[in-house]
Each structure stands twice: as C-alpha cells, then as structure tokens.
C-alpha cells in the first residue's frame, strides 16, 4: 500500500470511527428517549387511576377522609408531579437527540465520501501496479508494440478518411475553402493533430472494454471496510 492509499484508508478509518462512535451515542439517546416517554404515559396513567380510587373510595366512605384516601390522593399528586418532571427531562432529551441525529448525518456524509475517495484512490494506485507488471513482462511489450504499429497507422487513415475531413473544411476532392489542399493552417493541424490523438486513445479503449465488459461483479467489487457505506440505524432515519 502507498502513503497515498494510506492516507485516504486512514482518513476513512478516523471519519467511521468518529461515525459510529455519534450513531452508537444517538441510537442510546433514542432508546432513553422512549424509554422516557413509556415511562410518562405508565406515570400519567397511574396517576389518573390513584385520583380515580381515592375519588371512589372517598365516595364510598360518604366524604370521611380516610388514611387509604389521603394516601391515594397523595399518590396521584406525586404521580403528577413524577410526571411533569418527566415531560421537562423530555424537552431537554428531543433538543438533544435532534443535535446527536444532525451530528450523526453531517458525519455519516463524511464516511460516504472519504469510502469513495480511498477506493478511487486504491484503484488508480492497484491499475497502475498492475499496468507496470503486465509491460515488464514479455507479452506486455509485444502488446505495446503490437498498440504502437497500430497507432502510427492512425494518422494516413485521418487523412485519408474524406467524411472526416469534411467536417473541417474540405472533402478530399475539391476544396470548400481556397488553397485548403495546398496550405493547411495551424488550426487545420491542431484539428487533425487532436482527431489522431482521440483515434489513437480509442484503439487501447477498444482493447480493453471489450475484455473488461466481460468480467463479473465480483471480480470488480470492493471488500472488506471498502464493500459498502454502512446501512443507516434506524434512529438516523
């Protein structure tokens, strides 16, 4: 591996670690938030039902405030007041789990993006490890050579082909433009000299997509930490 790839697959390692460390915060303070907010609707619920028996009880006794009613009364009361609190702990929770879920997104964005960067910049580094060791070897230089009689061939065949030269000017038989035939401008030049050089690039293109298109998915997928993003938790959502 080069300091170049370790550079990008530390830069991914740090801004993951830094992510799952904000999703593993984030997916706790959700878990307490909900917890909480069960806990409220139960407290909210026994404290209905404690007014609900004191009330009765009080009823039956015809209006003697027993003990078991004052002691009903007063778990509704502290029921009530458990259950404000609650509310309170839940205003401060939501506030907080809205800045942990706007964290978690802004980083989960930085580990998209730096997944990317290392593999594009691991597979430039493996492409041309692997272009080096083919042209050592025998076969690359005979396919090199093999490529470069090919191109040298390309420019008689761009000034040989008349529908192209039409395009700039003239058709290979009469001239549209005075003295084209004769004189060929440096604009002229650059022109052919820039449909050469595309001409050229496309032999090696050819080659190697039509042996490339037949590779498989996996032949061409990432492994490991570099397979994929990781799938969003459901409390990032």
């Known amino acids: 591996m080069t300091t170049q790839q370790s550079d990008a697959h530390q830069r991914f390692t740090k801004v993951t670690a830094a992510y799952q460390d904000a999703r593993q915060e984030l997916d706790e303070a959700t878990s307490q938030l ?5 806990q409220r609707i139960a407290t909210m619920q026994s404290s209905r039902d404690a ?3 004191w009330r009765q009880a009080f009823k039956d006794a015809k209006g003697e405030p027993s003990k078991a009613v004052r002691e009903l009364k007063h778990e509704e009361l502290t029921l009530r007041d458990e259950a404000e609190q609650l509310e309170d702990m839940l205003g401060e929770l939501e506030a907080h789990v809205a800045s942990l879920k706007e964290r978690a997104d802004s ?9 990317y960067q290392a593999r594009r910049e691991e597979s430039e580094q493996e492409l041309a490890d692997a272009v080096e060791a083919v042209f050592a070897l025998p076969q690359g230089q005979q396919l090199l050579t093999a490529l470069g009689r090919r191109a040298a061939s390309v420019q008689r065949e761009v000034l040989e082909d008349t529908r192209w030269l039409g395009t700039i000017g003239f058709d290979g038989h009469e001239p549209q433009h005075p003295g084209f035939l004769a004189t060929i401008t440096h604009e002229d030049r650059d022109k052919i000299g820039r449909e050469v050089e595309r001409r050229r690039r496309a032999l090696i293109a050819d080659v190697v997509m039509a042996r490339l298109d037949r590779l498989d998915g996996s032949a061409t997928s990432f ?3 570099l ?4 799938p969003p938790l459901a409390c990032e959502r």
């Open 107 to 115: 980083l989960r964005m930085g580990h998209v993006i730096s997944l």
């Open 34 to 38: 909900q917890r909480l907010r069960q």
């Open 51 to 53: 007014g609900e028996r």
């Open 227 to 230: 397979a994929a993003p990781l």
């Open 223 to 225: 492994k490991d930490d």
